[in-house]
Antibody, heavy 120, light 107 residues
Framework: QITLKESGPTLVKPTQTLTLTCTFS??????????VGWIRQPPGKALEWLAL???????YYSPSLKSSLTITKDTSKNQVVLTMTPVDPADTATYYC????????????WGQGTLVTVSS | DIQMTQSPSTLSASVGDRVTITCRAS??????LAWYQQKAGKAPKLLIY???NLESGVPSRFSGSGSGTEFTLTINRLQPDDFATYYC?????????FGQGTKVEIK
């Protein structure tokens, strides 16, 4: 049974760094073809893909946010970490992590999401 | 960047109706398209992948079709549980974008 859960701060000040952790179970990021992505959703708005990391450490970023994002994995802890810097009030959103596989790149399992507010 | 445009933005329907949502890509994405259902306060749920493949456990009243730049999600015999927002998502190459969503409301 695959589960994912996001964790991190609920409130971040503008210009600071946001660090989010996705802790998962039921699969391993050392297994061939497995990936974990991050997607966010501002209140009342659409979903936006941010970044994705595969088992082989290949990383992909949204072109519009590439300069501000870093995605890493800790296979031993079953975690994927996303950092975003600097943050802006427009980054206020619910952040989701999700599981994918290389052959079909849809997101088949999602975490419950974590709401992050960027405000001074 | 590949842009995804869904229509309509909002759809009013009754239980038992057949509804169709359209998603258009700004360039060809072959069949690399997924559909998700999202209810208020919940994470999206995968319904359809690779344009027409039904995800395990998803009722057969959901179906998807299309290739290239035009895709549709059809819900036959709409059920009370189906009132939600639906998103298409392309994953051509290693770049993912979502449509703006279609809210299916009770008429």
């Amino acid at each position: 049974q695959i589960t994912l859960k996001e964790s991190g701060p609920t409130l971040v000040k503008p210009t600071q760094t946001l660090t989010l952790t996705c802790t998962f179970s039921g699969f391993s990021l050392s297994t061939s073809a497995v990936g974990v992505g991050w997607i966010r959703q501002p209140p009342g708005k659409a979903l936006e893909w941010l970044a994705l990391i595969y088992w082989d450490d290949d990383k992909y970023y949204s072109p519009s946010l590439k300069s501000s994002l870093t995605i890493t994995k800790d296979t031993s802890k079953n975690q994927v970490v996303l950092t975003m810097t600097p943050v802006d009030p427009a980054d206020t959103a619910t952040y989701y992590c999700a599981h994918t596989v290389y052959g079909d790149r849809s997101f088949d399992y999602w975490g419950q999401g974590t709401l992050v507010t960027v405000s001074s | 960047d590949i842009q995804m445009t869904q229509s309509p933005s909002t759809l009013s329907a009754s239980v038992g109706d057949r509804v169709t949502i359209t998603c258009r890509a700004s360039q060809s994405i072959s069949r690399w398209l997924a559909w998700y259902q999202q209810k208020a306060g919940k994470a999206p749920k995968l319904l359809i992948y690779q344009s027409s493949n039904l995800e395990s456990g998803v009722p057969s009243r959901f179906s998807g079709s299309g290739s290239g730049t035009e895709f549709t999600l059809t819900i036959n015999r709409l059920q009370p549980d189906d009132f939600a927002t639906y998103y298409c998502q392309q994953y051509h190459s290693f770049y993912w974008t979502f449509g703006q969503g279609t809210k299916v409301e009770i008429k």
